[in-house]
């Protein structure tokens, strides 16, 4: 795994320009095509990991051409940054939400939206639809990014570190953790709580020291951060499916040849396929594990929570994400 400190990182891309994401590795292959991949999750999750798998593919299939290199655990800075760093151009590519991408190009933001998919299959098909090639049209003209695969990243659950949560009511004054992501914000207002936006990289530090009440999160990423060391509560309450959007810059996209292209499309395409297997195969055994560890499972009012959202949130980003857009895609 390469590993690269935000400030070598940074001084590097300043001084390479936008070469940065397009730069002749140095020595024996000198020229082999650099693309460095970025991403907020600890090296264990199975984000980065799909990354390493689909990096050592690209290499042998390309003969060295193309070398993509990981850094995983927020090397490069939070999300945002890294997102604007593969607009720019500073940065090849990252994984990243669709929520936060949606402060690029709002309809994004959609696809993220709290109790609008039915479950995973249904996130599967709209994103494998051609409403992701209309989304990808607006993002590569607006923001010169482009969107290479989807993944799935698991079903968003509530976790507490001293007050044990049973329904919606509970969430009064509750300082929640969120992305720095509008929707978030607005879903956890309509529960009552107090959302705290934080950087996942910040998240456990905040936790231990109660600078936020509790956090939400897929089981796997509760697994990989160790939040659960940091958290007493877990409540099952399945408020958001999540996926996760490998994105490119354009530019340094299309300075691959055709043949190059097709095989880095491919090898993130198989290593996204063994990441969305590996989460939910996590997803179905992580309760019982983080009961073992300690932690105390709760089963709360779905209805409590599901009710106060879809009776604000749709409609007050209707005009963000599009007249029609959420029925169009409820009803695929």
């Known amino acids: 795994m390469t590993r690269i400190t935000r400030r070598a990182f940074t001084a590097a891309t300043l001084g390479a320009g936008a070469a940065g994401v397009f730069m002749p590795a140095i020595g024996a292959r000198a020229q082999a095509v650099v693309l460095r991949w970025g991403d907020g999750q600890a ?27 990981s850094f995983p655990g927020g090397q490069l800075g939070g999300s945002r940054d890294m997102v604007e760093s593969v607009s720019s151009g500073a940065l090849t590519m990252v994984t990243e939400g669709a929520a936060l991408l949606g402060q690029f190009v709002p309809q994004l933001s959609i696809i993220e939206a709290p109790y609008l998919w039915r479950d995973a299959d249904h996130l599967s098909k709209a994103l494998n639809s ?16 482009r969107v290479i695969a989807p993944t799935y990243y698991g079903k968003r659950h509530l976790t507490t570190g001293s007050k044990p949560v049973k329904t919606a009511d509970d969430m009064k004054g509750f ?36 600078a936020v009440d509790g956090q939400e999160n897929p089981l796997p990423t509760l697994q990989s951060g160790k939040l659960y060391e940091v958290q007493k509560y877990l409540v099952l309450t399945g408020h958001i499916i999540t996926p996760r959007l490998v994105i490119v810059n354009e530019a340094a996209w299309r300075k691959l040849s055709d043949a190059d292209r097709e095989v880095v499309q491919q090898s ?35 209805e409590s929570f599901r009710k106060p959202v879809l009776a604000t949130v749709p409609q007050k980003f209707e005009a963000k994400w599009g007249k029609g857009l959420w029925d169009r895609i409820a009803a695929m």
Do not use: C
């Open 43 to 69: 090296p264990n999750h199975p984000s980065p990991m799909s990354a390493e798998r689909a990096a050592k593919d690209v290499k042998e299939k390309t003969g060295g051409r193309v070398d993509i290199q």
């Open 130 to 145: 051609p409403l992701m090639d209309e989304l990808n049209k607006v993002l590569v003209e607006k923001r010169g990014m």
């Open 268 to 302: 993130i395409k198989a290593a996204s396929e063994w990441q969305d297997k590996e989460i939910l195969g996590q997803e179905a055994n992580l309760t019982a594990t983080f009961q073992k560890a300690g932690m105390t499972v709760i089963e709360p009012d779905l």
């Open 175 to 210: 300082k929640l953790r969120v992305p720095e992501v509008d929707t978030f914000k607005a879903m956890a207002e309509a529960w009552g709580a107090k959302p705290t936006p934080l950087n996942f990289n910040e998240l456990y530090l905040a936790l231990s020291q109660g």
